[in-house]
């Protein structure tokens, strides 16, 4: 991984508050060029430093209602790729992490209801072949969502 410097991690910093803010923006907070700018972030995306940008979906506003985390329990650890290829296919799975401690793996997804919590639960997780158990968190408000902060005296070596 290339050196990330200073000035990398002022733009780091910056546009995880708003990914949206103009790079011209970006550069006058900075005190550098547009150009400068559009280098350096094009260098963070090529290195994966910069993995993404979008919008994020208010899940309710589309009718999903219940936010759900599921430990999931595999017959062996080798099986998690071919699971997480059958998660791919549920569109209400939105994360999954290999794990340690009493799960496997844990996913995140999101339902419109019990009903349907119920049919992602037992219709479609239990039945990937290698699932020998869930266990099933629901939660109840999300009180933090945020990136990672930066800080400018972690200059990666």
Same mark, same amino acid.
């Not at 340690?100 to 997780?125: C, I, S």
């Given at each position: 991984? #290339?050196?990330?410097?200073?000035?990398?991690?002022?733009?780091?910093?910056?546009?995880?508050?708003?990914?949206?803010?103009?790079?011209?923006? @970006?550069?006058? #907070?900075?005190?550098?060029?547009?150009?400068? /700018? %559009?280098?350096?972030?094009?260098?963070?995306?090529?290195?994966? @430093? /910069?993995?993404?940008?979008?919008?994020? @979906?208010?899940?309710?506003?589309?009718?999903?209602?219940?936010?759900?985390? @599921?430990? /999931?329990?595999?017959?062996?650890?080798?099986?998690?790729?071919? !699971?997480?290829?059958?998660?791919?296919?549920? =569109? #209400?799975?939105? &994360?999954? %992490?290999?794990?340690?401690? =009493?799960?496997?793996?844990?996913?995140?997804?999101?339902?419109?209801?019990? &009903?349907?919590?119920?049919?992602?639960?037992?219709?479609?997780?239990?039945?990937? =072949?290698?699932? !020998?158990?869930?266990?099933?968190?629901?939660?109840?408000?999300?009180?933090?969502?945020? &990136?990672?902060? !930066? %800080?400018?005296?972690? !200059?990666? &070596?």
């Amino acid at each position: 991984m #290339e050196r990330i410097d200073n000035l990398d991690k002022r733009i780091l910093s910056i546009l995880s508050k708003n990914a949206r803010i103009p790079f011209k923006d @970006v550069a006058a #907070e900075c005190g550098v060029s547009r150009a400068a /700018i %559009h280098q350096r972030v094009q260098r963070l995306i090529d290195n994966d @430093v /910069i993995t993404g940008s979008g919008f994020d @979906v208010n899940p309710k506003s589309l009718g999903y209602k219940t936010c759900t985390y @599921v430990g /999931i329990t595999l017959e062996k650890g080798s099986m998690y790729k071919d !699971v997480v290829k059958r998660l791919e296919l549920i =569109p #209400e799975v939105v &994360e999954s %992490h290999f794990t340690t401690g =009493p799960y496997t793996m844990m996913v995140k997804l999101y339902a419109r209801d019990n &009903e349907q919590l119920m049919n992602l639960l037992n219709g479609q997780l239990q039945e990937i =072949p290698g699932v !020998v158990a869930t266990e099933t968190l629901i939660s109840l408000e999300q009180s933090i969502k945020r &990136e990672i902060p !930066v %800080h400018f005296d972690d !200059v990666a &070596e």
